[in-house]
């Protein structure tokens, strides 16, 4: 019996597809693109995926703790959630976080997180591999890089990738030029962060990866620093100059709760994944999605709002944003379903509800929470003083930076130096082991930056460009936080 010529017509497009799969870029006719695309689905899914070595990993990280920081949380369990409805395994899906938000005394929804007003139960399912104390910048890397030696506590899980794997990692929290927060230890510097993707690209250990940060002047991560050959692409929610936003933030939408329940940019690329179909979106057509929202804002015409970037390999914005996340919208394992869905009053309007910048994030839940109490009652006065606490210890980073650049730079230089911003695409910072070393000795000696004197690693960034030593930032340190305080 002949074989007939569509069964030929087939294996030939089969045949075709799979050198243009080998040679990236090289097919070039919309057609051949197309079914380029489709194979590559068909190759991820169902069985084809199983028969294959091929897997998807993801890494979320939320660096931070406390109330006041729910945000954080909650946009990495929904993160979380988006990738077990794409098929994505549990083994395969690390989490970072502190674990003290659900159970939180604060928390009207005991048990409960959501990432918006009228949103459903992220927290639910949610792995604990990473908890407390063990959320730190040494497991984070350890992880990436698939080194169980390396670990202190936690479930042990890591990157365990291989060759032709796809890895996301999404972190949220604050964060500074030059710099990510963690609830616990160092922070993580962008050159280390760097250097640690170098290690894994260089161990063959990742097909392509897609990072995406959440952090005030986040583009300083990767700007100046992240080279175009790792088969890596990052997006950031700001620029290397300006803060990120919380959204859904305490006001007329939102009078359940009295702190901020997501970020601008981390809503927007997961409710852009909550409502697309992914193996038919690409990470550009993701991008753009997220910039313009994050450029409108949710406030009208007051603009909060920040610049979206994008850095690395440009050519993986071609790639489907289900080659990272999953595609199959209807995972039987996720435990994010509709029932989980909490429905507000109809007199309660998303658009009215407020963003503010990462940064005030926190004062603006202690006023809230001081305006919303009782007269004359002890949460009143307990709102009161954490109010008058975070307000003093802004005066005091304020006025202490500006004094150590007036001691080491002169009344009339400080602040030309201290406020000097390099041109685009050069790191902030010469010598990295300087900026760890400033910022450690101003932390020794004055008390943590916080999340709100992160703003000043610019300033600390400056002081080693112009080249103080460590030395000198000790005695004009002293001088400003010790010896005026005696």
């Given at each position: 019996m002949g074989t007939s010529?569509?069964?030929?017509?087939?294996?030939?497009?089969?045949?075709f597809t799979l050198v243009c799969l080998i040679i990236e870029g090289w097919c070039l006719t919309a057609n051949a693109s197309k079914l380029s695309s489709q194979v590559v689905e068909d190759f991820?899914?169902?069985n084809a995926y199983a028969a294959t070595s091929v897997k998807r990993w993801a890494v979320l990280v939320a660096g931070s703790n406390g109330w006041d920081n729910y945000r954080h949380q909650a946009d990495v369990c929904h993160a979380y959630q988006i990738l077990r409805k794409g098929g994505v395994s549990d083994k395969n899906i690390i989490v970072f976080m502190y674990d003290d938000i659900a159970s939180n005394k604060n928390n009207p929804r005991p048990g409960v997180i959501i990432n918006k007003p009228d949103g459903k139960d992220v927290y639910r399912g949610v792995p604990k591999d990473y908890t407390g104390h063990n959320v730190n910048t040494n497991n984070l890397y350890a992880v990436i890089l698939g080194n169980k030696t390396a670990l202190k506590g936690g479930s042990r899980k890591v990157v365990d990738s291989g060759p032709d794997d796809y890895i996301f990692i999404?972190?949220?929290d604050h964060g500074g030029v030059g710099l990510l927060g963690m609830p616990e230890g160092d922070y993580v510097f962008a050159k280390d962060l760097i250097d640690v993707l170098k290690?894994?690209?260089?161990?063959r250990a990742y097909k392509k990866m897609l990072l995406y940060i959440e952090a005030c002047e986040s583009g300083s991560i990767f700007e100046g620093l992240l080279p175009k050959n790792l088969n890596i692409y990052a997006t950031t929610a700001s620029n290397s100059q300006e803060n990120s936003y919380a959204t859904y933030c305490p006001g007329d939408s939102l009078a359940e709760f009295d702190t901020c329940l997501g970020d601008l940019y981390s809503i927007s690329w997961m409710e852009d994944c909550d409502k697309k179909d992914l193996h038919k979106e690409t990470l550009g057509e993701q991008y753009?999605?997220?910039?313009?929202?994050t450029a409108d804002g949710t406030d009208g015409a007051d603009k909060l709002s920040?610049?979206?970037?994008?850095?690395?390999?440009?050519?993986?914005?071609?790639?489907?944003?289900?080659?990272?996340?999953?595609?199959?919208?209807t995972a039987s394992s996720s435990s994010y379903t509709s029932e989980d869905e909490i429905h507000l009053p109809s007199?309660?309007?998303?658009s009215r509800v407020k963003s503010v910048a990462q940064r005030d994030a926190d004062l603006l839940h202690f006023w809230h929470k001081f305006n919303t109490a009782p007269t004359g009652s002890q949460q009143k006065l307990e709102a009161k003083k954490q109010l008058d606490d975070e307000i003093s210890h802004r005066k005091h980073v304020d006025n202490s930076i500006n004094q150590i650049g007036k001691l080491l730079f002169g009344f009339e230089n400080s602040s030309r130096v201290l406020n000097k911003v390099r041109p685009p695409g050069i790191p902030p910072v010469d010598d990295w082991q300087c900026l760890k070393k400033l910022v450690t000795t101003y932390e020794d000696h004055c008390g943590p930056l916080s999340s709100y004197g992160m703003k000043y690693t610019r300033a600390i960034a400056n002081m080693c460009n112009a080249g103080v030593t460590t030395d000198q930032m000790i005695a004009a340190s002293v001088k400003t936080c010790i010896q005026n305080n005696l």
């Amino acid at each position: 019996m002949g074989t007939s010529k569509s069964s030929y017509e087939t294996t030939g497009l089969l045949i075709f597809t799979l050198v243009c799969l080998i040679i990236e870029g090289w097919c070039l006719t919309a057609n051949a693109s197309k079914l380029s695309s489709q194979v590559v689905e068909d190759f991820f899914d169902g069985n084809a995926y199983a028969a294959t070595s091929v897997k998807r990993w993801a890494v979320l990280v939320a660096g931070s703790n406390g109330w006041d920081n729910y945000r954080h949380q909650a946009d990495v369990c929904h993160a979380y959630q988006i990738l077990r409805k794409g098929g994505v395994s549990d083994k395969n899906i690390i989490v970072f976080m502190y674990d003290d938000i659900a159970s939180n005394k604060n928390n009207p929804r005991p048990g409960v997180i959501i990432n918006k007003p009228d949103g459903k139960d992220v927290y639910r399912g949610v792995p604990k591999d990473y908890t407390g104390h063990n959320v730190n910048t040494n497991n984070l890397y350890a992880v990436i890089l698939g080194n169980k030696t390396a670990l202190k506590g936690g479930s042990r899980k890591v990157v365990d990738s291989g060759p032709d794997d796809y890895i996301f990692i999404y972190y949220a929290d604050h964060g500074g030029v030059g710099l990510l927060g963690m609830p616990e230890g160092d922070y993580v510097f962008a050159k280390d962060l760097i250097d640690v993707l170098k290690k894994k690209h260089a161990a063959r250990a990742y097909k392509k990866m897609l990072l995406y940060i959440e952090a005030c002047e986040s583009g300083s991560i990767f700007e100046g620093l992240l080279p175009k050959n790792l088969n890596i692409y990052a997006t950031t929610a700001s620029n290397s100059q300006e803060n990120s936003y919380a959204t859904y933030c305490p006001g007329d939408s939102l009078a359940e709760f009295d702190t901020c329940l997501g970020d601008l940019y981390s809503i927007s690329w997961m409710e852009d994944c909550d409502k697309k179909d992914l193996h038919k979106e690409t990470l550009g057509e993701q991008y753009e999605e997220v910039r313009k929202r994050t450029a409108d804002g949710t406030d009208g015409a007051d603009k909060l709002s920040s610049h979206v970037m994008q850095y690395g390999s440009s050519t993986l914005r071609r790639d489907l944003v289900s080659y990272y996340m999953g595609i199959n919208p209807t995972a039987s394992s996720s435990s994010y379903t509709s029932e989980d869905e909490i429905h507000l009053p109809s007199s309660v309007s998303l658009s009215r509800v407020k963003s503010v910048a990462q940064r005030d994030a926190d004062l603006l839940h202690f006023w809230h929470k001081f305006n919303t109490a009782p007269t004359g009652s002890q949460q009143k006065l307990e709102a009161k003083k954490q109010l008058d606490d975070e307000i003093s210890h802004r005066k005091h980073v304020d006025n202490s930076i500006n004094q150590i650049g007036k001691l080491l730079f002169g009344f009339e230089n400080s602040s030309r130096v201290l406020n000097k911003v390099r041109p685009p695409g050069i790191p902030p910072v010469d010598d990295w082991q300087c900026l760890k070393k400033l910022v450690t000795t101003y932390e020794d000696h004055c008390g943590p930056l916080s999340s709100y004197g992160m703003k000043y690693t610019r300033a600390i960034a400056n002081m080693c460009n112009a080249g103080v030593t460590t030395d000198q930032m000790i005695a004009a340190s002293v001088k400003t936080c010790i010896q005026n305080n005696l």
